[in-house]
């Protein structure tokens, strides 16, 4: 492993505060205490890094680095920014905190059941203890794990958090570092796993005053979003250091169980160990000292199996990463939506082969991206791909921010969750998706430099231009589109609303209870379809008893056979149609026999049990 050194400041009661950064293109750094205006010279070590104890200085103590005796900045490791990214930093005690989570057990993977949540909005409050408030619908609901959008420090009140500047500090607006851990301890105590989003492709313009310090960007690659981070170019260990010790901290002094690093096919290194390998062996190495086990998951567009394949086969080491693919079947089938990145999706044989191999595009020819691409994940187990009917990038990066209720019928929103949580995969969910939502999830910014908005308002206009959506884009600067981003919980008062989530809690119990479920393996699950009927079949045969899942892709009832598998005969279990689901009661046959014929209703879900132990 390369160059490892604790940055920033950490505080040891009796000792006091160390300080660390690197600079290496400094000639002097001090630390300048806001509070007595005391100055701290910092001594040059080895490799730039400057450091210096002082034993006084403690827990809420304000500071910034002074460069040269000339520019102040805040602290580009710093753990708290409690006025904002463009004044100090404050000194935080991780020792403080009274954990009660000692005898939390961490989730396995197979096990989890992700619900995606952005803070600022899933909540009146739009903080965590607005989360902590409304963990009791989740536990009821069946959720194992959420998984928080970013919460590193980023301009402003409102943000999604991919435009984060501190990625160690927590945003003071959600309640800082106490709120979060007061959410995680909270969400351990509840049986439920956190997971949390960090960006290491990128940081955001306002506040970034990363250059300043030393060469953490590169000219050799760019980025959506700008110059790219050093990873492999001059100077680039320390800047891999720079990210491995954010990760670090959030596992070890904030009890998070999993990271899900954010677009890694942004993070740009033709180095001998590419530095996802490099932080994937850092973390077993935290595991060894905490005995504890942690997950990586990993965002990417690459359909590259490389990411979660073991070393020995050339691979990484992630744990998971999230499949596009299946997300894309699901939407254009649903949808019929046919332009940008959709166009390469919309068949069911499409979905079939995502639910049997992982990827639709395994180093097939892609018109979208006009070249061949991806590769085999069928000898990956089905645990290593998250999947999901919607998430904050698929529902936000729409112009008007439609979520999936906005766009199919009721009956299809069951049909969407029914393919998600009895697919074999990781499933998760984005907030609010479980009753329908009607709310949009927008994009919203809380920039305070105008050149800046503007410039956001335009990259906007034409990131959609690959899609042919019809409407005005609602402004991300104003605080309008923020408000009309939160949750309404319609299920509360909804009849329709509460028996979709009903469904989805059926779902999830079947899920948890399951033993074909349980375990998934895609090398166990049977999928036929039938693209005239659009009419899709599933037998989980992993464990017994078998399940057997028909869904009707279709908006016409459809007749469809029951597979003949040998000896079995199936008794019904869980069907979207039925009145409590908000349905129309019409049913189908309590039990079915092999080569039976049966008529499917419009947009449905039916599972089956298998009668004998097979």
């Known amino acids: 492993m390369s160059i490892t050194r604790e940055i920033g400041a950490h505080y040891t009661p009796g000792n006091g505060t160390l300080f660390t950064v690197w600079a290496p293109s400094a000639g002097q750094v001090d630390v300048v205490l806001k509070d007595n205006d005391k100055i701290i010279p910092l001594q040059r070590e080895s490799f730039s890094y400057w450091t210096a104890l002082s034993e006084e200085t403690g827990p809420g103590a304000r500071y910034t680095l002074r460069l040269d005796e000339d520019m102040e900045r805040p602290d580009p490791a710093s753990h708290f920014q409690p006025d904002g990214v463009h004044e100090p930093s404050a000194v935080v005690d991780h020792t403080s905190f009274q954990w009660t989570d000692k005898n939390w057990k961490p989730l396995p993977l197979e096990d989890y059941i992700i619900y995606e949540l952005h803070v600022g909005t899933f909540s009146e409050e739009g903080t965590f203890q607005g989360v902590i408030n409304k963990l009791p619908e989740l536990v009821d609901l069946g959720i194992t794990t959420i998984e928080l959008m970013p919460v590193a420090q980023f301009p402003g009140s409102r943000n999604w958090g991919y435009d984060g500047v501190y990625p160690s500090a927590v945003q003071e607006s959600y309640g800082g570092p106490e709120g979060l851990k007061k959410l995680v ?17 990128h940081l955001g313009p306002e506040g970034n005053y990363l250059n300043d310090f030393g060469p953490y960007f590169t000219n050799k690659y760019n980025t959506p979003w700008g110059k790219a981070l050093n990873f492999d170019d001059a100077h680039s260990d320390h800047v891999r250091n720079f990210f491995i010790q954010n990760a670090l901290m959030w596992l070890r002094d904030y009890h998070i169980d999993a990271l899900r690093l954010d677009a890694v096919h942004a993070i740009l290194d033709t180095g001998a160990k590419h530095f996802l390998q490099e932080l994937q062996e850092h973390v077993e190495h ?228 399951a033993p074909a479920l349980t375990r998934p393996d895609k090398a166990r699950l049977h999928v036929s379809s039938d693209s005239h009927t659009q009419v899709l079949q599933m037998i989980h045969s992993g464990e017994s008893p078998y399940l ?45 026999s092999a080569g039976q014929e049966i008529e499917l209703p419009p947009a449905s879900v039916t599972v089956y049990q298998s009668n004998i132990i097979l």
């Open 185 to 201: 301890d909270a969400c351990h105590a509840a049986g439920i796993a956190v997971v949390l989003d960090v960006v290491y492709n």
């Open 286 to 513: 935290l595991e060894q000292q905490l005995g504890r086990h942690f997950i990586l998951i990993a965002e990417s567009d690459l359909n590259d199996v490389r990411i979660i394949n073991p070393v020995e086969k050339g691979g990484y080491g992630l744990a998971a990463q999230w499949s596009d693919d299946f997300h894309h079947a699901v939407h254009a089938l649903l949808t019929k939506e046919d332009t940008g990145y959709y166009s390469d999706f919309g068949k069911l044989e499409q979905l079939q082969k995502a639910l049997q191999h992982g990827f639709v595009y395994d180093g097939l020819y892609s018109e979208h991206r006009k070249r061949t691409f991806g590769s085999d994940a069928t000898a990956n187990p089905a645990r290593q791909f998250v999947v999901c009917a919607q998430n904050h990038d698929q529902v936000g990066n729409r112009m008007l921010g439609e979520r999936l209720s906005q766009l199919v019928s009721y009956d299809m929103l069951k049909v969407a969750a029914g393919l998600v949580l009895l697919s074999p995969f990781t499933p998760m969910l984005f907030m609010g998706e479980e009753y329908g939502e009607e709310n949009p999830f927008l994009y919203f910014v809380s920039h305070s430099d105008k050149d800046l908005v503007e410039a956001v308002r335009n990259g906007r206009k034409e990131e959609f231009s690959a899609f042919a959506w019809q409407g005005e884009e609602p402004d991300p600067q104003s605080e309008e589109t923020f408000h009309q981003s939160k949750l309404q919980r319609s299920y509360q008062h909804r009849e329709k609303n509460r028996q979709l989530r009903d469904f989805y809690k059926a779902l999830i119990r079947l899920r948890k209870s």
């Open 548 to 592: 057997y899942t028909l869904l009707n892709i279709s908006n016409q009832p459809q007749k469809t056979r029951v597979v003949k598998e040998v000896g079995a005969s199936w008794k019904l279990v869980l069907g979207s149609d039925e009145d409590r689901y908000g349905g129309t009661g019409i049913g189908l046959p309590q039990e079915l």
